[in-house]
């Protein structure tokens, strides 16, 4: 799995990533690199938002970039912050790098062959925006398009971001091409877990395991590269829970944090509510499955970060919780429970992502889960009186 080219010990030393909080991740890259032992294919891993999909433009930079030269006219590194090549693929309009997810147009061809076949399950001409999966007819064009030279860059680079929603017979099309690469291609894809992949593909990539950022190390840098308040970055980086996207994505975006302090109250009333409130809620809940999946399986993160934190106030554990700010309101709902229920609570939740993410029945799944879930009693959680800001 390594590059077919000569090894060698003199390529300028890389510098500049965008990616942060994991040193090793970036430490192997730029040695192999440096050494020419970069692998024809990768699988990067980890939780939403911890930086796979950041990582994966920064290998394609360091790929296509161009190094530095010094006063003597020797190459002294190659700095991904501020190289063209870089620039342009960081804009998404380099014509050598690709990124294919389930909202990626498929080309004229494409798309007119996947007409004349009956299509392969999302809808032949549905728009690119609500895909589910990434079809076939995605890694057909990948499998073309590998198959012309570089244009502007010394390789071709194919991102495929959220590998896991492949559909079956795109995961059999490209094996050959991950088995038999050709010398200027090279292929990333990111996954939540290579469990979620099979095993042929999985063997094919050098894998990249990348864990949650240290809650200090998000803080420092939304401090110093992305200019926010002491105060917004220590928030931030806490209820980031390791994954330093979301935190930047909140610091740009303050709707993020209100529909976070939303869920908290939201997730409240669940508990405190009667049965046909909770079947209300598993059945919008499951209808908006379909049309946005993804925020549904954010959904389910959130319920379990939430009862992580009444978990923590049942022991009384306050200095481990996330949400800070809702510590009353949780702590009344917490003395109301026994452990049991609590981490009964957990499981239901853990069983529940795991069924949407095999695509079960959303409604049912959901329905399920809100009946499996301990009740409190309203009259005893006096905060959800409180008028919210």
């Known amino acids: 799995m390594t590059d077919s080219t000569t090894p060698t010990t003199n390529r300028p030393a890389v510098v500049g990533w965008t990616?942060?909080?994991?040193?090793?991740?970036?430490?192997?890259?730029?040695?192999?690199?440096?050494?020419?032992?970069?692998?024809?294919?990768?699988?990067?891993?980890?939780?939403?938002?911890?930086?796979?999909?950041?990582?994966?433009?920064?290998?394609?930079?360091?790929?296509?970039?161009?190094?530095?030269?010094?006063?003597?006219?020797?190459?002294?590194?190659?700095?991904?912050?501020?190289?063209?090549?870089?620039?342009?693929?960081?804009?998404?309009?380099?014509?050598?790098?690709?990124?294919?997810?389930?909202?990626?147009?498929?080309?004229?061809?494409?798309?007119?062959?996947?007409?004349?076949?009956?299509?392969d399950g999302d809808g032949d001409d549905a728009p690119a925006r609500g895909r589910q999966t990434i079809s076939i007819e995605h890694i057909r064009d990948l499998i073309k398009d590998s198959a012309t030279t570089p244009f502007e860059g010394a390789k071709k680079v194919f991102i495929i971001d959220g590998a896991h929603r492949m559909v079956e017979a795109a995961f059999n099309a490209m094996l050959k091409t991950l088995e038999e690469p050709s010398d200027d291609v090279l292929i990333i894809l990111t996954a939540p877990t290579d469990e979620l992949l099979p095993e042929t593909v999985v063997s094919r990539c050098q894998r990249i395991d990348l864990r949650p950022v240290d809650a200090d190390v998000i803080k420092t840098e939304l401090i110093e590269k992305l200019e926010a308040e002491e105060s917004q970055a220590h928030t931030l980086s806490r209820l980031a829970r390791g994954c330093p996207g979301w935190a930047i994505d909140a610091l740009n975006d303050p709707t993020i944090i209100d529909a976070h302090n939303q869920a908290i109250l939201r997730f409240a009333e669940i508990i405190t509510g009667n049965v046909e409130e909770r079947?209300?809620?598993?059945?919008?809940?499951?209808?908006?499955?379909?049309?946005?999946?993804?925020?549904?399986?954010?959904?389910?993160?959130?319920?379990?970060?939430?009862?992580?934190?009444?978990?923590?106030?049942?022991?009384?554990?306050?200095?481990?919780?996330?949400?800070?700010?809702?510590?009353?309101?949780?702590?009344?709902?917490?003395?109301?429970?026994k452990v049991d229920q609590i981490a009964g609570a957990v499981t239901s939740i853990q069983n529940a992502l795991t069924a949407l993410e095999a695509n079960a029945v959303p409604q049912l799944t959901l329905e399920v889960l809100m009946l499996d879930l301990p009740w409190a009693d309203p009259a005893k959680v006096p905060s959800l009186s409180f008028d919210e800001e």
């Open 279 to 337: 079947l209300r809620y598993a059945r919008q809940t499951g209808g908006q499955f379909w049309r946005d999946r993804d925020a549904v399986l954010a959904e389910m993160q959130r319920w379990l970060e939430w009862w992580r934190d009444v978990a923590m106030l049942r022991h009384k554990l306050e200095d481990q919780v996330t949400n800070t700010e809702w510590v009353e309101l949780l702590s009344e709902i917490a003395s109301q429970l």
């Open 19 to 119: 990616t942060f909080g994991h040193p090793g991740a970036t430490r192997l890259l730029s040695k192999s690199y440096e050494t020419g032992r970069l692998a024809h294919a990768y699988l990067i891993t980890g939780p939403d938002k911890v930086g796979k999909r950041t990582l994966a433009i920064d290998i394609a930079c360091m790929v296509n970039s161009e190094p530095v030269i010094d006063m003597f006219g020797e190459a002294d590194n190659m700095d991904l912050s501020t190289s063209q090549q870089a620039e342009r693929i960081r804009k998404g309009i380099h014509s050598d790098v690709r990124m294919i997810d389930p909202n990626t147009e498929l080309d004229k061809d494409s798309r007119k062959t996947t007409n004349s076949n009956g299509g």
